[in-house]
Antibody, heavy 116, light 106 residues
Framework: EVQLVESGGGLVKPGGSLRLSCAGS????????MTWVRQAPGKELEWVGH??????????EYATPMKDRFTISRDDSENMVYLQINSLKMEDTAVYYC???????WGQGTVVTVSS | DIQMTQSPSSLSASVGDRVTITCRAS??????LAWYQQKPGKAPKRLIY???TLQDGVPSRFSGSGSGTEFTLTISSLQSEDFATYYC????????FGQGTKLEVE
């Protein structure tokens, strides 16, 4: 069974940083493009970016608003993908989901709350 | 950037109804289009990908059509478990979600 489990969310003060993690299992992780999507409370889904598989170039792409403060990385040896968020703002408060792009499987999400 | 315009934003319907949701792309996206269902407090679930391919395990009452700039999701006979929010997604190299359609009980 394909499974994704996110972790690392929590309450953070504005200006702080956070690294979210996502563990994948049940599929060939190194072959998968791994994507992060977020959803602010009561709002629509918003694409953050993705990390392509090595065979497809192993590069990252980000939504335009995310390019400056968000960094996606991956460790195929550990079946992990990460999302680093710097200079957190209150508008970054959201549920952050990890997704396998081709299979369309989502994790359960991890909640990030930015508040003083 | 390609914009995805989804309509309607909300829809009231009854069990047994036929329901159609539309998504329009600001420029042609071939068939790089998926449909998702999301229930409150849950992660989205993919229903359709490649504009018209049904995800494994998804009931056949769901269908997708379209190519280029106009796409539709149709639920042929609404069931009680189908009341949820639906999103279209332009996928591929850069993703863009539609604004969502909340399907409610009439």
């Amino acid at each position: 069974e394909v499974q994704l489990v996110e972790s690392g969310g929590g309450l953070v003060k504005p200006g702080g940083s956070l690294r979210l993690s996502c563990a994948g299992s049940g599929f060939i992780f190194s072959d998968a493009w791994m994507t992060w999507v977020r959803q602010a409370p009561g709002k629509e889904l918003e694409w953050v970016g993705h990390f392509k598989s090595k065979i497809d170039g192993g590069t990252t792409e980000y939504a335009t608003p995310m390019k400056d403060r968000f960094t996606i990385s991956r460790d195929d040896s550990e079946n992990m993908v990460y999302l680093q968020i710097n200079s957190l703002k209150m508008e970054d408060t959201a549920v952050y989901y990890c997704v396998t792009s081709s299979m369309g499987v989502w994790g359960q999400g991890t909640v990030v709350t930015v508040s003083s | 950037d390609i914009q995805m315009t989804q309509s309607p934003s909300s829809l009231s319907a009854s069990v047994g109804d036929r329901v159609t949701i539309t998504c329009r792309a600001s420029q042609g996206i071939r068939n790089d289009l998926a449909w998702y269902q999301q229930k409150p407090g849950k992660a989205p679930k993919r229903l359709i990908y490649g504009a018209s391919t049904l995800q494994d395990g998804v009931p056949s009452r769901f269908s997708g059509s379209g190519s280029g700039t106009e796409f539709t999701l149709t639920i042929s006979s609404l069931q009680s478990e189908d009341f949820a929010t639906y999103y279209c997604l332009r996928d591929g190299s850069f993703w863009t979600f539609g604004q969502g359609t909340k399907l409610e009980v009439e």
